[in-house]
């Protein structure tokens, strides 16, 4: 399978055209967590109908942002040039 960007983050960065990622899909009950690396937890804390709330623990040097977050283009940037956008937090 693969996962593309897609809405809001496609038309603020255009990145759907560039980035493909494969997509594992887990099942994990109350309590359950996923290792990422060796170094990133991800945990499922509470499930309340059609929400999920996932406790992430990760290193102060990685990264953890919502992805609607992670693609927002910063007000001062949103009239500056493309050169000007933030690096991408996938690389």
Known sequence: MTCRLTGAAESRLDLASTKE?????????????????????????????????????????????????AFEVPEPLAAGSPEDLAPDPFI
């Open 21 to 69: 990622w494969v997509m594992l899909v887990l099942s994990r009950k109350l309590g359950q967590a996923v290792n990422l690396g060796g170094e990133v937890r991800i945990t499922v804390v509470k499930i309340d109908g059609n929400s999920v709330r996932i406790g992430i623990e990760a290193p102060d040097e990685v990264p953890v942002k919502r992805l609607e977050i």
